[in-house]
């Protein structure tokens, strides 16, 4: 009885190690499959990249002037106000001159009246000089006449002079624009007792106009004199306008610590100053750049690196890559400098993970 029972316990031990070896049974190419990686891949290709900034601005002024008074008087006219288009020249405003007017013509009488002294002392001197040469007349004589001619000579310059001021005093009493362009400011009215340095008018010229805007250290070397910007304006329905970088600031503003720059853009009546403007300078451009999906680059420890497929393998390469094209996530794709050539198969899909020469298999 036990060597039954000894011999069926064998039997049973035999029978379980022969189901436990059909578990593990399999072909080859059936337990390569059990560690293939599925991936999807696509091949490197080219694009065309554009790196700009984006830089917020303010539209100012071509030209600004603030046109003062430079006598004291009575306003008797007023020629322009704000939203008036005026020349170089034209009459802004009028003062009462009657007493400009007095003073001037006093001024030329007397200039008139020093300049035929003037003329006798000249001549005198003249005559005493011959004299003197002659030995007609003592040193005395003529040291007299020439004193007199050189005091009727300094008095011709005074009345000179006090003439020009009149002239210009009584010019004066007529304000004028010294440039051309708009009335942005007024204020002054007929009848008023107005003084020198009291600002009565601005007249700004707004064709063309200026952009004024910042940019940061790192980005100021990329900013060159001359060079043609991209501009939106929401307030005029944001259509684009061109303009070109005039002045480059040497030093960066206190405020902001940005380096002024300003943009010089043509007026086609729309713009004004204080509008909002956003300007567009493109730093970089690239063409025919090779690319890959962003989601192909994986970085670890500060490298970058994709996946290649070679002969049913992961091969993994390190690559350089530049500037990134901007797009929704899925779509956004990634400039190559170095590492890859185009045309070859790139793991963009189940390269998390994946390990050089991990068996793949594409999808």
């Known amino acids: 009885m036990k060597k039954i029972i000894i011999l069926f316990f064998l039997i049973s031990l035999l029978g379980a190690g022969g189901c ?10 059936e337990k390569s499959k059990i560690d293939v990686t599925y991936v999807k891949v696509g091949a490197a290709g080219t694009a065309d990249f554009t790196n700009s900034l984006s830089l917020p601005g ?14 004291n008087g009575t306003v008797d006219s007023v020629h322009a106000d704000i939203g008036d288009r005026v020349q170089a020249g034209e009459l802004l405003c009028k003062l009462d001159d ?17 300049q035929i002294s003037f003329d006798d002392a000249e001549k005198n001197y003249q005559r005493r000089k011959q004299l003197y040469e002659k030995d007609v007349i003592s040193k005395v004589e003529f040291e007299a006449a020439e004193k007199q001619y050189k005091m009727a000579e300094e008095q ?24 051309k362009g708009t009335v942005g400011f007024k204020d002054v009215s007929t009848g008023e007792n107005i003084g020198p340095s009291r600002p009565l008018f601005k007249v700004v010229r707004t064709n063309p106009m200026y952009i004024e805007t910042g940019v940061a250290e790192k980005n100021i070397g990329d900013i060159k004199k001359g060079q043609t910007v991209l501009i939106n304006v929401d307030s005029i329905g944001g259509k684009q306008l061109e303009g070109k970088v005039t002045h480059i600031g040497p030093v960066p503003g206190q405020q902001n610590n940005t380096y002024p720059i300003k943009i010089l853009v043509q007026n086609d009546g729309r713009l004004k100053p204080g509008m909002v403007a956003v300007i567009n300078v493109v730093i970089a451009e690239h063409k025919d750049a090779l690319v890959v999906p962003q989601k192909a680059i994986i970085n670890e420890n500060n ?11 992961a091969v993994k390469k390190e690559v350089k890559t530049g500037l990134t094209k901007p797009g929704v996530s ?8 170095e590492g890859l050539e185009k045309g070859e198969k790139v793991v963009f899909v ?3 993970g994946l390990k050089d020469g991990s068996p793949v298999e594409t999808r």
């Open 20 to 29: 436990g070896g059909k578990e593990e049974a399999g072909t080859p190419e």
């Open 58 to 71: 303010v539209l100012k002024p071509y030209k600004k002037v603030v046109i003062t008074s430079s006598v």
């Open 98 to 114: 009657s007493t400009f007017s007095i003073q001037h013509d006093q001024a030329k009488t007397a200039l008139n009246l020093q």
């Open 156 to 179: 011709l310059k005074n009345a000179e002079y006090s003439y020009d001021l009149a002239t210009k005093n009584l010019n004066d009493t007529s304000i004028t624009s010294p440039i």
């Open 303 to 313: 490298k970058d690196y994709v996946f290649i497929v070679e002969n049913g393998k």
């Open 330 to 337: 899925v779509d956004r794709v990634c400039e190559i400098i």
């Open 350 to 352: 189940g390269n998390d």
